[in-house]
């Protein structure tokens, strides 16, 4: 029996819980009760996770006196616009939705992100509960409520913060992931590691060999951990100024390298898995961290069988990329760095030092 698990995100009224519990999915009908939940429930989800749990979701759902409504979606980042949004409000508005009912989102970080902001503007909000089924969902996006979809011209450009009433993550249901979604999903939880937690990262370093066979107790603890560490610096800065900005290491080259690959190239967390090592070894270059602390990480994600390697892009490519990200201020690439395994500081990057490092790391 792998245990159960609870995790609070502390956010004053808006605080909710997060619960780790194998086999949820088929109690789900139960829990909805336990939440007060009748009449309807809109069940948000796309059609490769349809095709897995729909089925059964929807009968515990209707064994325990609540109608599910389903609202399918197509899978991958390019549903993630304004106008499935719009389809879902559709949906909502023509089954007589009101404000006390309830939207849940059974699915990846796209699911969650479509559901959440859609609850977050449909009669200016209606609750949600996050049902995440991917590695990157359970640990991430589930979790500290940014809500959003993409535009043309960037990505998460539009949204909202908008916490959901509940987070339910059944661990079983990632069996059923493809490899590569489960593999670039290690990636965030190694953040957290170096981000905010020593000893999680020797757990992880010992533990990598059964992480990757998805034994479960493993697989539920490292979840837990990843969402108390989510939960404690969301908890502490729910609309990203500083503490927050903590959970961007890697994602500064991370998120340059996915747009200029076009966002087909590279799933995010392999992105960020090649974002970990280099702004690592980008902090080593400044002097803030020891060579040590760059030779754990690399080896770490290498042995999470992700990519350790800079593709072979310009350094001017790499940066003007950077420099577009959302989260940069004023012009100013602000790098999240590590100082030892466990603690990172803030700080900002220039051009020439990025020059250098980059010349330095790979001749051109
Ligand atoms: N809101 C936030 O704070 C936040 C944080 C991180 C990422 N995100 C967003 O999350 C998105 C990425 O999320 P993702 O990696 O979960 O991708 P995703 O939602 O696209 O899911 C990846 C693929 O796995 C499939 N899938 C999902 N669960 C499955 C299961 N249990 N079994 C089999 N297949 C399954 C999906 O159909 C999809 O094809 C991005 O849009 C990113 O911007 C948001
Ligand atoms: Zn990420």
Redesign the pocket.
């Known amino acids: 029996m792998t245990p159960i698990f609870t995790v609070p995100v502390s956010l004053a009224e808006r605080s909710y819980e997060i619960t780790i519990r194998a086999g949820l999915l088929e109690r789900l009908g139960r829990e909805l009760k336990q939440q007060a939940v009748k009449g309807k429930v809109a069940v948000v989800t ?4 349809a ?3 729909l089925r059964n979701v929807s009968e515990t759902i209707k064994r325990h006196g609540v109608q599910p409504v389903p609202i399918i979606l197509d ?3 390019r ?2 616009t304004l106008k499935t949004v719009a389809f879902v409000l559709d949906v909502l508005a023509r089954h007589r939705f009101e404000r006390s009912s309830m939207i849940l989102a059974l ?7 479509i559901a ?1 902001f859609s609850a977050s503007i449909y009669q200016r909000g209606i609750p949600y509960i996050q049902v ?6 359970q640990v ?9 979809v ?1 535009h043309r011209l960037g ?2 450009l539009i ?1 909202s913060f908008y916490q959901p009433r509940a987070v339910w993550i059944d661990p079983l ?6 490899r590569r ?1 489960w593999v ?2 290690l990636a ?1 939880v190694i953040k957290y590691g170096i981000i905010a937690d020593e000893t999680f990262f020797s757990y992880l370093q010992q533990h990598m060999p059964d992480l990757l066979k998805q034994v479960p107790k493993v697989v539920a603890t490292v979840v837990k951990r990843s969402c108390e560490i989510k939960a404690e610096v969301v908890s502490t800065d729910e609309r990203e100024s500083d503490r927050r900005r903590i959970l961007n290491y890697g994602h500064t080259i991370g998120h340059a390298l996915e747009a200029l690959g076009g966002y087909q190239s590279m ?3 392999e992105a960020v898995g090649i974002g970990l090592v280099q702004e690592a070894d980008l902090a080593c270059f400044q002097g803030l961290c020891s060579r040590e602390v760059v030779v754990d990480i690399r080896r770490i994600v290498k042995d999470a069988r992700l990519s350790d390697r800079m593709p072979r892009w310009t350094p001017s490519k790499v940066w003007k990329a950077m420099l577009h990200d959302k989260k940069v201020s004023g012009g100013r690439v602000i790098g999240v760095w590590p100082s030892r395994i466990g603690e990172v500081c803030i700080g900002p990057l220039e051009k020439h030092v990025f020059n250098r490092w980059y010349a330095a790391s790979r001749p051109i």
């Open positions: 796309d059609r490769r996770v095709r897995h749990y899978p991958g980042e549903s993630k699915g990846g970080g796209v699911v969650g992100d959440g995440p089924t991917t590695l990157v969902a991430d996006s589930s979790v500290g409520g940014k809500t959003g993409d990505k998460n949204g249901v990632l069996r059923t992931l493809p979604e670039a999903g965030e799933v995010h967390g």
